[in-house]
């Protein structure tokens, strides 16, 4: 724990405007009820307000309160996102491991299958499986769970494929270790570091992905706040932005509100990726 | 050259299984369909009659590898069945939206495609140079971005602001080419901005690697100029990758246009997509799927074998 805050001292500014950023998003989220001024889902006022108390950043088509709804949008999309990288890192991870550990006909199937998963455009698939379960949360979830697992099983087989060449593990199989321990406390411990610096990339992928079948209307459904929808139905207003006033320039930003906020949380994952990424290549500058 | 072609031959029939593969999870799809699609489609007071016609004409009286077969060779010569949803065959629904798709695909390419090798070579050359760290940096920017916020961002200042160029790509099939390339300019810009940032970052990592080889430092040492080291010594050895990278952007290329088809609806393959998984409309789903899966593995596929055959190890074996 000090060597990290010990990294966290000569962190580089990038690594802490995207540290920040992720805190802020991590407090919005945590704490939407308490921060947003009124609920996710109700009509406040009147409809297509401008920035003026008390909506701050207006009302949508229904009269609902922007800012809240971007609010409730970090705690929905971001904790949605989340739980379904890390049900695709269960997934992969674990596949992944067992098919180094395991080999033979276990790993020849399941390299195959990802083979074949991995062959069609993950939106594409997304698409074609959604059409047949329907767009509810938790088919979503299990989808591009299952979709992203591929990648987490990919990289983990490599790398555990790496640390089973090392005497430690011989010895510890012919200690007579079972085959589940080899992987909890040889491989895993070994194989950590690479896969937390790719947990961020997946989560970023994974949330752009979720965002976009929002945005396409295929995600998460209404009146649940979340910026992808959140930009679908404000675009239309984009057409009035006008810069003579100030009033009119707000209007037409509706739909970059919530798209800023997906942009600005992915460049801030990605910061802090790159970060780790450095310190855990061991690379000095 | 004969393990040459034995290894192109073994990688076109990978492509070839995949793509079996691949079609036969995309006919799978109607099979996982809940409940009788006969009845789902023509409502619970269709006569016996009716549903017995309908499950003619759909095939659903055969065994599903029959099927499978029949709808495989159907689509190889275009004919991709009908809409669950208006009953219309499916071939006059995409024939004008594929085409239109392959056009912004195609016209997003020519733009991305010498802009970011050119730009990626200029990074490489010059790099640890403030020019290297700009082009660097806001090209990590454009990766982080979701498709729309760039596609919103081009609206609201070449379209609303300035006017220059119109916020919907909306195209006739009897429109000039001019006139065609100009209301698509928008949408082919986001897709330009999107896979130029990827390809540009891998054409520089790619001649970067290239640069720190012995033979280009001896080129350097003998006092050449940089330029013609780079065109003489690096580039011929860098085509491999950098068209590598190409192939597989313009295999990216295929997916976003999806997304960038909605923002801007324009009449597109992506677009028609999208309508039909929230009408769940199996048939329309899979056709299209089947465009775009094939494109992308087609893409993929002439990736892997440019690159074998600029593989000059490959051409002489020992």
């Known amino acids: 724990m000090t060597s990290w805050l010990g990294h966290l001292r000569s962190a580089p500014l990038s690594a802490w405007i995207g540290l920040l950023l992720l805190v802020f998003y991590a407090v919005l989220a945590v704490f939407a009820p308490l921060i947003a001024p009124f609920p996710q889902s109700e009509v406040v006022g009147p409809q297509y307000q401008t920035w003026s108390a008390p909506y701050y950043l207006g009302t949508d088509a229904l009269g609902r309160d922007v800012l809240s709804r971007l609010i409730f949008g970090a705690r929905n999309t971001v904790g949605i996102a989340l739980t379904t990288t890390a049900l695709a890192f269960f997934l992969g991870a674990s596949m992944g491991l067992l098919a ?4 033979g006909w276990f790993d020849a199937i399941s390299s195959r299958a990802v083979d074949v998963l991995m062959a069609i455009p993950a939106l594409i698939f997304a698409l074609l499986i959604l059409t047949i379960t329907g767009t509810s949360v938790p088919s979503l979830i299990l989808v591009i769970a299952v979709l992203d697992s591929t990648r987490v099983f990919r990289l983990s087989r490599a790398v555990a494929q790496g640390i089973l060449t090392m005497d430690y593990v011989e010895v510890a199989r012919m200690r007579g270790e079972s085959m589940f321990w080899l992987v909890r406390r040889e491989v895993l411990p070994n194989a950590a570091a690479p896969l937390i610096a790719e947990f961020g990339l997946r989560f970023c992928f994974v949330f752009l992905f979720i965002a976009a079948l929002s945005f396409l209307g295929l995600g998460l459904q209404p009146p649940m706040a979340d910026w992808g929808s959140m930009v679908r139905e404000s675009a239309k207003l984009i057409a009035f932005a006008n810069f003579s006033t100030w009033q009119t320039a707000t209007f037409g930003l ?9 942009a600005i ?4 994952v990605n910061l802090v990726v790159d970060w780790v990424l450095h310190i855990s290549s061991g690379l000095r500058d | 050259m004969t393990s040459v072609l034995a290894i192109i031959l073994k990688r076109l029939g990978i492509g070839v299984v995949t793509l079996l593969v691949v079609s036969a999870i995309i006919f799978s799809a109607i099979e996982l369909l ?3 699609i006969a009845t789902e489609v023509l409502g619970q007071s269709a ?11 759909m095939h659903l009286d055969q065994p599903a590898v029959l099927r499978y077969l029949h709808w495989l060779g159907s689509a190889a010569t275009g004919d991709f069945g009908i809409s669950l949803a208006n009953r219309r065959p499916i071939a006059e629904l995409i024939a004008t939206r594929a085409a239109n798709t392959f056009f912004l695909a195609g016209y997003a390419a020519l733009i991305a495609v010498p802009l970011a090798v050119f730009l990626g070579l200029v990074a490489a050359i010059y790099r640890e ?3 290297d760290k700009t082009i660097s940096t806001t090209t990590l920017v454009a990766i982080s971005f979701p498709e729309y916020f760039v596609a919103y961002i081009l609206i609201l200042i070449f379209s609303v602001q300035l006017g220059w160029f119109p916020s919907l790509g909306s195209v006739e099939p009897d429109m000039g080419l001019w006139e065609r390339m100009h209301r698509t300019f928008l949408p082919a810009m986001t897709l330009t901005l999107i896979v130029m940032a990827h390809m540009m970052r891998m054409t520089r990592a790619a001649v970067v690697n290239l640069l720190a080889l012995p033979y280009v430092e001896m080129a350097h040492l003998k006092g050449m100029r940089r330029w013609r080291v780079i065109a003489i010594h690096a580039l011929p ?5 950098i068209v590598n990278v190409i192939a597989l952007n313009l295999a990216y290329l295929i997916v976003g246009v999806v997304l960038v088809e909605v923002v801007f609806v324009y009449p597109g393959l992506g677009q028609l997509l999208v309508d039909s998984v929230s009408k769940r409309d199996v048939t329309v789903v899979q056709a299209a799927c089947l465009i775009f899966a094939a494109t992308y593995i087609l893409l993929n596929l002439a990736a892997d074998i440019v690159s ?8 002489h074996p020992r």
């Not at chain 1, 509706?254 to 997906?262: H, R, T, V, Y």
């Not at chain 2, 050895?237 to 990758?241: R, T």
């Not at chain 2, 074998?308 to 051409?315: A, D, F, G, Q």
């Open chain 2, 47 to 57: 006569t016996p009659e009716t549903l017995a016609a309908f499950r003619a004409q």
């Open chain 1, 100 to 103: 180094a550990t395991i080999g």
């Open chain 1, 265 to 268: 949380l992915t460049v801030a």
């Open chain 2, 308 to 315: 074998i055959v600029s593989n000059p190890r490959l051409l």
């Open chain 2, 129 to 131: 140079t403030l020019l």
């Open chain 2, 34 to 36: 809940p409940g009788d």
């Open chain 2, 237 to 241: 050895n860098a085509i491999a990758p």
């Open chain 1, 254 to 262: 509706a739909p970059l509100l919530p798209a800023g906020a997906i």
